[in-house]
């Protein structure tokens, strides 16, 4: 072989080692993210030129990017984070929706300089040694300058380089804004303070392809994705799988592509809602992991998601983690267990005591919590003797019925129902359901009432889902939760009574095993039914054979939560996009005692339910009913809208009741009172707290009130 083949094959095994071997000494995206934007252009290609179709008015949207000034938003800025930048020394680790385990982390050489020299200092000090000069890139494409940047962190600088982006500005104070710059920051590669290379922050469903993304067709005219990773995708399920939530209108779209932000809330279910809820959070990380983290420390025995130490220091060179979760837009938030046993504790939403909620894993197929300081044995006895004492057709104890529409007895359903709407303790304990889902304000529209029931000795309920199942669409609710439809997506359940082991009554998850139960420690139905059968227990009480005997049997062999007074149990019915969790299958074990069992449930909807201005339709019913004038089966439900003409001086105070429940300031200077009522219910007017005038709820499907 010549000198001059060998030279040549040596070269090449040289390029080769160094092909294989530079990942680990420059990241793969070092020319994109840190070399690219010194020398082009930051301004985005406007996004007038772009034609959606979606149904958000988004043609002939006007430009939202604006002429970068460089960190001008820094004065307002600071003033929100204070002289000291919390987040130095804290990373952003970002999770999915009801997903224990990360997606995205904070890049570990943006953590490196925190504090430190900036990226374009470090950058310059590159270039120069291989001979490039910046001095003369475009002003336009300059970075904002260093002295700048050094006194923030990381997550600052890309939370002010995202606010930029907009044209209007942003307030800081705004959940609606602050939804859009994280989202942004979040998403943005340009640069970026995650590693997107190993990010899988993408969507969790597959597309169909015969109905592109809206995304994807914005790509592929005008390339802009490329700036972003695919947590826009996942931020943005696009417009055949984003439900309409009552605040749809209020959020603010991303600048350049016009997508939908993501919401963002903490482990334990509480929404941020503004930068200084933000700081605050990254404060308390530091401080309550101060001197507590080792490496390692967060693995999946660990109950809490808060600190570890990213950089392997110890003491103030440790990094502390604040973990976020995405929820996207339109979606509502779950929470995200690990293992069985798991603690998630609520400071931020009290029990009638006062003391924080907790809630604790029992099982993660289907997703179960025992909650507790939930309720106590007071309000208990409110809701029980309200129900008793309820007169409403629609509402008062009767026997429980089944189905999407109308009132249609079952067989396997044996116990009694009531509902309880607008009592003053269901409105309490209601509200307290909805803080504990994740919700930041309380929405009527996403409830329905509480459900009060009560099982007398041998009644039960068959194994069911709280889901509706419409599959041929025949209603004229749409209930696609997995679509743009909304449907029940949670359950809370309220134990009224104490029952002992052996007395029945017991909640029973069908799919589910009892917790810490080895798989060969199962029982089979059959195996069950002769322990039962050798027990006695049941003897001359359900009849062999029966659906109730082999309730009893699988009550005693698989998941079943046993009631005690003041207990509280949460479950899901779907999954974070929307689509059925089927192993949500659940009934009410069958009581083999002369004690009643009472309980109340709570159903909560991932969007607008139905009898509810801007509840999802399914179009083709509507039109099919509207032609036969048939009124729809749920329209015992009526709008009432009670309005002050100002004509009588006695009510310029005057306020609104349901009964004893305060509803809203009905005085000359408060709006109308809108409300989703029903035929027969009693509505009061107080002023001073004497009760001046009542108003009754007749058979008109809207009805107005005046005083």
């Known amino acids: 072989m010549s000198t001059r083949a060998k030279l040549g094959g040596i070269c090449l095994l040289s390029y080769a080692i160094g092909v294989l071997l530079s990942p680990y000494f420059i990241p793969t995206d070092f020319l994109t993210v840190n070399v690219a934007p010194l020398f082009t252009d930051k301004r985005f290609l406007s996004a007038q030129h772009i034609s959606f179709t979606n149904n958000d008015k988004l043609n002939n949207e006007e430009d939202d990017v604006a002429e970068a000034t460089p960190m001008k938003y820094e004065a307002p800025y600071k003033q929100v984070i204070g002289e000291e930048d919390p987040f130095h020394g804290v990373d952003i680790v970002l999770h999915r929706n009801g997903e224990p385990d990360p997606c995205m982390r904070q890049q570990q050489q943006q953590s490196r300089l925190d504090g430190g020299a900036s990226s374009s200092t470090l950058l310059e000090m590159m270039l120069e040694r291989l001979g490039v000069t910046t001095a003369n890139v475009n002003n336009d494409a300059a970075a904002p300058s260093t002295a700048s940047k050094d006194t923030l962190s990381p997550l600052s600088q890309s939370i002010l380089r995202s606010t930029e982006q907009f044209a209007k500005p942003l307030s800081f104070d705004s959940k609606y804004d602050l939804d859009a710059t ?36 914005v790509n592929a005219n005008y390339n802009l994705l490329s700036s972003y990773s695919s947590l826009l995708k996942y931020c943005d399920m696009g417009i055949d799988r984003t439900p309409i939530q009552p605040d749809h209108n209020n959020l603010v779209r991303l600048a350049q592509v016009k997508s939908l932000p993501c919401t963002f809330h903490t482990r334990e279910g509480l929404r941020v809602t503004s930068l200084s809820m933000l700081v605050e959070l990254a404060r308390e990380v530091k401080s309550e992991s101060e001197g507590e983290c080792e490496v390692g420390d967060n693995n999946e025995e660990s109950n809490q998601q808060t600190c570890t130490s990213g950089s392997g220091g110890d003491g103030d060179n440790a990094r502390k983690e604040l973990h976020l979760y995405a929820v996207s837009a339109g979606r509502v938030f779950m929470f995200a267990p690990k293992h069985v046993g798991e603690i998630f504790e609520l400071p931020h939403v009290k029990g009638p005591q006062g003391l924080p909620v907790s809630l604790q894993v029992m099982s993660l197929t289907p997703r179960v919590f025992d909650i507790y300081n939930f309720f106590n044995r007071d309000e208990s006895a409110a809701i029980v003797d309200k129900a008793l004492k309820e007169t409403s057709e629609t509402h008062k104890m009767k026997r429980s019925s089944t189905g999407a529409s109308g009132y249609n007895l079952n067989s396997k359903r ?38 009060v029931l009560r099982y007398n000795k041998t009644t039960g309920y068959f194994p069911h889902m709280d889901w509706i199942d419409d599959p041929r669409k025949k209603e004229e609710h749409n209930f696609d939760s997995a ?4 449907n029940r997506f949670a359950t809370i359940l309220l134990y009224m009574s104490d029952l002992e082991a052996g007395d029945g009554g017991e909640t029973l998850f069908s799919h589910g095993w009892p917790a ?3 798989e060969e420690e199962h029982v089979q139905l059959d195996d069950a039914i002769d322990a039962l059968r050798a027990s006695g227990d049941v003897e001359g009480i359900l009849k062999r054979d029966s659906w109730e005997e082999k309730m009893v049997a699988n009550c005693r062999s698989r998941l079943a939560v046993r009631p005690h007074s003041s207990r509280a149990v949460l479950f899901y019915s779907q999954h974070p996009d929307g689509s059925v969790d089927k192993s949500s299958l659940h009934g009410g074990c069958p009581v083999i005692t002369d004690q009643p069992k009472w309980a109340a449930n709570l159903w909560a909807w991932n969007s607008i339910r139905g009898g509810f201005p801007g509840s999802p339709k399914n179009e083709h019913v509507v039109e099919k009913n509207r032609a036969a004038n048939k009124s729809p089966e749920n329209d015992q439900q009526k709008h009432a809208t009670f309005i002050n003409d100002q004509s009588d001086k006695s009510m310029t105070h005057a306020q609104l009741f349901f009964q004893d429940t305060f509803w809203g300031n009905y005085g000359f200077a408060d709006p109308p009172l809108g409300v989703n009522t029903f035929k027969g219910h009693k509505w009061y007017v107080r002023v001073d707290g004497e009760v001046v005038k009542s108003f009754t709820i007749g058979n008109d499907k809207k009805q107005e009130f005046h005083i």
């Open 516 to 518: 810490g139960q080895a």
């Open 182 to 217: 994280l989202t942004h920051a979040f998403a943005t590669n340009t640069p970026s303070i995650f590693s997107n290379a190993q990010s899988s922050c993408g969507p969790t469903w597959e597309q169909d392809p015969t109905k592109p993304h809206y995304l994807d067709q």
């Open 483 to 486: 679509g743009i439809g909304s």
């Open 414 to 451: 044996t116990s009694e129902n009531g509902f309880d709407t607008h009592g003053k303790e269901a409105q309490i304990v209601k509200r307290r359901c909805m803080d504990i889902l994740g919700f930041d304000e309380y929405e009527e529209s996403l409830t329905d009432g509480l459900q």
